[in-house]
């Protein structure tokens, strides 16, 4: 189920701001994709990619084990691709957490030892590699309408089955504009 893929805490109402893809973007990297980013560092990761490396084969390649199950390792975007990051909410953190409002991410060695461990947050998710917006280039593709903003709750949208996020989130937005008109 999703709940073993991405692990949350009931409840939890730290809000999330995430940008779907228009059909304005026709292929490649962002085509249907649902991304975080950060404001501050223009740095974001594809939420609804899953690669083909779960968790305890990451753990593996840095001189771990974990004996959980299998949780997925996303593909956050073509910039450093072989870089590991962890998203996750501001209750956790590690020598290199960078905070983004309600959302942290770190990218160190200890942040998979404290997962190997049990220590985890009770969001997050793991992403090979990460997208970077250079100073402009984010508020040109808006203009371009290449991206439709929403705010949900980082644990729904954590929650939500990657093959069913982008339909999910476009289905949000579409209630958002509705609601402005009734």
């Known amino acids: 189920t999703r709940q073993e893929v991405r692990r949350t805490t009931t409840g939890l109402e730290l809000t999330m701001s995430v940008w779907v893809s228009t059909p304005n ?3 490649g ?3 249907n994709s649902v991304i975080w980013r950060s ?7 594809i939420l609804n990619r899953p690669t083909e490396l779960d968790f305890a084969q990451l753990a593996q390649q ?3 084990s974990v004996t ?3 949780h997925s390792v996303f593909c956050g975007g073509p910039v450093n691709p072989h870089s590991i990051y962890c998203l996750h909410n501001t209750e956790w953190s590690s020598t290199s957490t960078a905070v983004h ?3 942290a991410v770190s990218s160190d060695a200890q942040m998979i030892q404290r997962t190997c461990g049990g220590d985890v947050p009770s969001v997050y998710q793991y992403f090979r590699g990460s997208s970077q917006w250079q100073p402009g280039q984010f508020e040109f ?3 371009q309408k290449w991206w439709l903003n929403i705010d949900h709750p980082v644990a729904r949208v954590m929650c939500i089955e990657p093959n069913s996020m982008y339909n999910w989130c476009l289905d949000q937005y ?3 504009m509705y609601a402005q008109y009734i």
């Open 25 to 27: 973007i026709a292929s």
């Open 29 to 31: 990297q962002f085509h």
């Open 39 to 45: 404001d501050c560092t223009a740095q974001g990761f």
């Open 62 to 64: 840095v001189g771990e």
């Open 68 to 70: 959980a199950g299998a």
């Open 101 to 103: 409002l309600d959302i």
């Open 141 to 143: 593709e808006q203009h």
């Open 174 to 176: 579409a209630q958002h």
